[in-house]
């Protein structure tokens, strides 16, 4: 069985009496020691660590990393906004969006960095800013993920210009007076690593295209073992031959490129845990009957398992401290609270329609359930508000073991204050 990353029963415990369930829970000290291993990320000619701040958006986890001297990865101007009034400087964000924002102009002009993800882009944005430097995302051809879902590389994805697009990427640089001065790619999310040492070559072909390159950003996607079974992305051994290929690069060329990656998942996955109550536990009948702990969160918290068949790990937490109890284990199906029939944490591996039981500590109702590895697209990224439960509040534990507040538990009245009511 799966065991609690973080905390300790009792900290879950006292967390989940003081601030109600279901709570998020991040881990500060997880946070620094993972933003230091990432910072080691080897490379050749300079390195920035830009925080992919859609996994996990809160000001606080933001400050935390800026303050570590990482950079933002921003995929919208509302992320820009958010960042910037959270104490980003904007010259450290840089912006890689499907919207072209409304108010790119002013963005721009603040110093924010700005990748163009399709001709279209690019083209608006030298007729905004001519005669300006601009970098551009490509779609290099090849991707990996986790899923079908999490692969954003490859003919099938419409994330970045299609490689072979990269005259027409010269075309319109060149009308509007427009300097390429950055590259960035991203094949996925739980990418495998040969792959991305593979992009990563045919993203250095792309630098070699156009001279006025001086930066590479190879996107993040590193595969983070959430369960025991699974195996964590090695950066520093990833990282060499990428190294060695930008020495490569400068020993032919004489340019000395900078590297950027923009790890999320790797930074927060597993410095958060969700805390939920079991509310119910209920059984079916028959030879295929199943039993189910019922929680007071699910999909209005954490939609991976839903959308992906993401794996979790989930431990029970007894009200009793009995040992005894603590030993004896059962199978079970866990769902959430919400009246949908997807509200499900125990879905088959690489299938959201499969269900498959786990083996966890017998559990009574008003007992806790921990859902680990959930810092990255859980609390950013859920079906908040569905049959209208308030979003969850998200507590930091500092250095100091204390658990913070760093948002509060939404009102119901929070939820439809922007009605307007006509009839």
Not at 123 to 143: D, I, K, M
Not at 148 to 169: L, M, R, Y
Request: glycine share 10%.
């Amino acid at each position: 069985m799966e065991a609690l990353k973080f905390l300790s029963s009792q900290q879950a415990k006292d967390i989940a009496a003081e601030f109600g369930t279901p709570v998020y829970v991040y881990d500060r000290a997880s946070l620094e020691a993972n933003a230091s291993a990432a910072l080691a990320f080897p490379n050749a000619f300079g390195l920035t660590v830009r925080f992919a701040m859609k996994s996990c958006p809160n000001a606080n986890i933001l400050r935390i990393f800026r303050d570590l001297g990482l950079h933002m990865d921003a995929s919208s101007g509302y992320e820009v906004q958010r960042a910037i009034l959270g104490g980003i400087p904007a010259d450290r964000i840089s912006l890689s969006t499907q919207e072209f924002p409304e108010d790119f102009a002013e963005l721009h002009r603040f110093g924010v960095r700005f990748n163009a993800c399709s001709l279209d882009q690019l083209r608006r944005f030298g007729q905004l800013f001519p005669s300006n430097r601009c970098g551009v995302r490509f779609n290099p051809g090849l991707g990996s993920g986790g899923t079908g879902k999490t692969n954003v590389g490859g003919p099938h994805s419409s994330f970045g210009i299609w490689h072979e697009w990269a005259d027409q990427v010269e075309a319109i640089a060149a009308e509007h007076k427009v300097e390429i001065t950055r590259i960035h790619t991203h094949i996925g999310s739980g990418s495998d690593p040969a792959v991305w040492e593979k992009v990563a070559q045919m993203s250095l072909d792309l630098v070699r295209r156009f001279p006025q390159v001086t930066t590479l950003n190879l996107g993040g996607g590193y595969k983070v073992a959430r369960m025991t079974e699974e195996r964590s992305t090695d950066l520093k051994k990833i990282g060499i031959p990428v190294k060695q290929a930008f020495e490569t690069l400068a020993e032919e060329t004489g340019r000395k490129i900078h590297l950027e990656i923009e790890p999320g998942t790797f930074l927060v996955a597993n410095a958060g845990a969700i805390i939920t109550s079991i509310q119910d536990i209920v059984t079916t009948g028959g030879s295929e009957g199943a039993k189910f702990l019922k929680l007071d969160g699910g999909m209005t918290e954490i939609l991976r398992p839903s959308l992906y068949a993401a794996q979790h790990p989930l431990i029970v937490v007894p009200k009793s401290n009995q040992a005894s109890e603590a030993e004896q284990t059962e199978n079970y199906l866990v769902v959430g609270h919400c009246c949908e029939s997807g509200d499900i944490l125990t879905t088959g591996k690489d299938d959201p329609e499969a269900l498959q039981p786990r083996t966890l500590t017998t559990a009574k109702s008003g007992d806790l359930l921990v859902i680990e590895g959930a810092g990255a697209y859980c609390a950013g990224m859920s079906a908040k508000n569905y049959n209208s439960f308030p979003e969850a509040a998200e507590v930091l534990v500092g250095k100091d073991r204390i658990a913070h507040l760093i948002r509060k538990r939404q009102k119901l009245e929070q939820i439809f204050q922007n009605e307007v009511t006509v009839v």
